[in-house]
């Protein structure tokens, strides 16, 4: 069965620094997003992505965020100078309808 | 602004026994909820859903029910197993907007 992939599984960074979190979407998905959850926190919506643009963000999705669908394949999300705040799981989701979401099995960003 | 809420971070079930999980809403605009089970280390899995022009809907062991005059959801596991012992997310959408998931209800299923 096609799955969401993410790499890598854990991210360490020092804060300020940036970090590229990657997703390997299913392949005839059309939509695609990123959420997370913060430790014993709500899993929370961040961006979703259309036809090479963004179509929705929330308030968190703040310009220390990025995201880009660098080669028809992979998607990913860039946050340009990490904070202490950011650390949490981080999950890819795609799907074809609008609805159904299919998720990755997250990577975990640790920012010391 | 919690717009989806489960009330009860935790629930203890007996293996065999009907596990029903909540779920409120306080936006009268989602049209589609779903519910999502999601184990230790593995991102949510899509267990079943609902549009709000349903009141129910049946899949296996797992029946969604919707009350819009109320707002609220529930997700009926019957018979439960250990295999369901995971945290379970209701969450809705808005048209084309992105999920709002409540907190999770971590679901333990006792032998």
């Known amino acids: 069965e096609p799955e969401v992939t993410q790499t890598p599984s854990h991210q360490v960074t020092q804060m300020g620094q940036e970090v590229i979190l990657r997703c390997v979407p299913i392949s005839n998905h059309l939509y695609f997003y990123w959420y997370r959850q913060i430790l014993g926190q709500k899993v929370e919506f961040l961006v979703s992505?259309?036809?090479?643009?963004?179509?929705?963000k929330s308030e968190i999705f703040d310009d220390q965020f990025s995201v880009e669908r660098p080669d028809g394949s992979n998607f990913t999300l860039k946050i340009r100078s990490t904070k202490l705040e950011d650390s949490a799981m981080y999950f890819c989701?795609?799907?074809?309808?609008?609805?159904?979401?299919?998720f990755g099995s997250g990577t975990q960003l640790s920012v010391l | 602004d919690q717009q989806v809420k489960q009330n009860s971070p935790s629930l203890s079930v007996q293996e065999g026994r009907i596990s029903i999980l909540n779920c409120d809403y306080t936006?009268?605009?989602?049209?589609?909820f779903l519910w999502y089970k999601k184990y230790p280390a593995e991102g949510p899995t899509f267990l079943i859903s609902i549009s709000s022009i349903k009141d129910k809907n049946e899949d296996g062991r797992f029946t969604v029910f919707l009350n819009k005059s109320a707002k609220h959801l529930s997700l009926h596991i019957v018979p439960s197993q250990p295999g369901d012992s995971a945290v379970y997310f209701c969450a809705a959408s808005e048209g084309a907007d992105g999920l709002t998931f409540g907190k999770g209800t971590h679901l333990i299923i006792q032998p």
């Open positions: 992505f259309y036809n090479n643009e963004i179509s929705e």
């Open positions: 989701a795609s799907n074809w309808d609008r609805k159904k979401l299919f």
């Open positions: 936006n009268s605009m989602f049209d589609y």
